[in-house]
């Protein structure tokens, strides 16, 4: 391809130059944007790669000039940025750059990103490139038109066209695990594999094994070679959710693997290679476990390129009609339900502190209890044990919510049983139990 670099410095601008032209490309170099325009007055250029920060004429500038038409409106533009300017990347890509890379990088790192915009372009592109996605999609897999969550979804299309690191922000339950997996649908890597590492799950002396395997040997009870998540994920993206809770120990090698794309199992000295684009979820603001000393600066940085604040379902709650009528569908399945109008007007009356998780589980519960029919009644008997268990200073915390999984436990023992005509073993299939578990549970609170 005919490939334009275009950097002001320029020990950056002649070794990149020099390292395409070793690939094959035919390349040219261009100081600033203006001289950028003046050589694409002169020829054509396939591919513009541009830094954003440019004397005279900037990166973006330069992206709006090309994609305007005023030259070359078909060449397609790759962006040059630093670490923090997230939002100068989001910019560019809005304004119709191909992708983006974070400076520093390694020039090899731009080969793979150039040759899937080679293959893009070429004649086998119809058949081998993944499709663009649509507003249309990612509406349909998310649910919600309020304006916060249609900045969610103007992001989304982002991260999709891009094979840059993703951080989701925002509190549990509010969907981090769906947006990851809906940005791994529609990208390139949608044919590779989607892995998810949950980093809270695991004691510290096993994150390194499950995150990079570990060859036979390496530690009492290895009787085998095992293959980590980075390895099982190779092409395709793998899914850090709550990275805040990986031991700051065990930050470096995480760094390493994302940063240079190579690790180590434990255990091993032979280099593997990590082709895999990171999604990471947070609950926390991870600027605070930086100043805090628990999260490494530059780790932070690899991963916060392209950042999706998630809202709290109490701030879009404009929603929840739409997301009711959704989530119960899924509960439901084939069969009908109703929810009565007074009942979705009680759901908006709460603030829901555990999110789309919380507004499912107790859909769920009304669902079971209501026998298909949900009532306002039903709603606000299911949803007042949170605010009545913050607000009660005689009873602790953990005694309330003791209480509330044990009342709603008896309710759909009972709801199951009544549902099957008072046959224990067909109620324990629809609670997905199996008969000697149901009918402990059953003597538990004296149904039996």
Known sequence: MRILIVD???IKRVTLADDLAAQGHEVDTAADGEEALERLRGRPFDVVVADVKMPRMDGLELLRRIKQGEQAPATEVIMMTAYGSIQLAVESMKAGAYDFITKPFRN????????????????????????????????REL???????????KMIEICTRTDANVLLWGETGVGKDLIAQTIHRHSHRREKPYVK?????????????????????????????????????????????????IPLEHQAKLLRAIEEKVFERVGGTESVQADVRIIASTKRNLLEKVGEGTFREDLYYRLDVLRICIPPLRERKEDIPALAEHLLRRIAKDRPFRIEPDAVAALT???????????????????????????????RSQITPWPERNGRGARSAAGSFQETIEQTERELLEAALREAGGNKSAAAAALGMKPSTFRDKLAKYGLG
Not at 113 to 123: Q, T
Not at 225 to 236: C, D, N, T
């Open 8 to 10: 002001d410095e320029k």
């Open 349 to 379: 009356e709460h603030d829901w502190p555990g999110n789309i998780r919380e507004l499912y589980h107790t859909l769920e519960r009304t669902y079971l209890l209501g026998s298909e029919h949900i009532s306002a009644e039903l709603i």
């Open 108 to 139: 090899e790192d731009l080969f793979p990103l150039l040759a899937r915009l080679e293959e893009k372009r070429g004649p086998t592109a119809v058949r081998t490139a993944a499709p663009e996605p649509t507003a249309v999609e990612v509406d």
């Open 143 to 153: 649910v919600g038109r309020s304006a916060a969550m249609s900045r969610v979804k």
């Open 197 to 245: 590492v949950g980093c809270t799950l695991f004691p510290s002396h096993l994150i390194e094994s499950e995150l990079y395997g570990h060859e036979r040997g390496a530690f009492t009870g290895a009787e085998q070679r095992r293959i980590g998540r980075f390895e099982l994920a190779q092409g395709g993206t793998l899914y850090l959710d709550d990275v805040d809770d």
